[in-house]
């Protein structure tokens, strides 16, 4: 099974396995102990399936586990740990927008504020000598 070791909370993330049977059903759930968040998928012709699952809100590790039949016939199950991480928080992603925007005006204006005023010494001085 392939699925990221880690992944921002919230967000869907896509899963994919292979060695089932062709055509049948992989049940991919995650946190087993929460069976609700279920999620199927059917194995394709090369015995290979693709999933997206979304992620929890909260953060921590959280297992994945998925079940089928493997290409021999025999149930199969397999689990994997993904850490989940905090969204970005609003010090930080929502904050660097307005920042951004900020600096890019007041840096033109600062700019201009200093060359218009060194102009002026400039002509004051012309006109003392």
Do not use: C
């Amino acid at each position: 099974m392939k699925a990221p070791e880690q992944a921002q909370a919230g967000r869907d993330i896509r899963i994919s396995g292979s060695g089932f049977k062709v055509g049948s059903k992989v049940e991919i759930v995650l946190d087993p102990q929460r069976p609700e968040a279920a999620v199927s998928a059917l194995a394709g012709a090369d015995g290979t399936f693709r999933a997206t699952v979304r992620l929890p809100s909260s953060s921590g590790q959280h297992k994945i586990q998925v079940t089928g039949t493997s290409a021999s016939g025999r149930k199969a199950a397999v689990q994997r740990v993904v850490l989940v991480v905090a969204s970005q928080s609003a010090s930080t992603g929502d904050l660097a927008r307005p920042v951004l925007l900020t600096l890019a005006v007041v840096i033109p204006l600062v700019t201009w504020l200093v060359l218009e005023y060194l102009g002026w010494r400039g002509r004051r001085s012309n006109n003392w000598r």
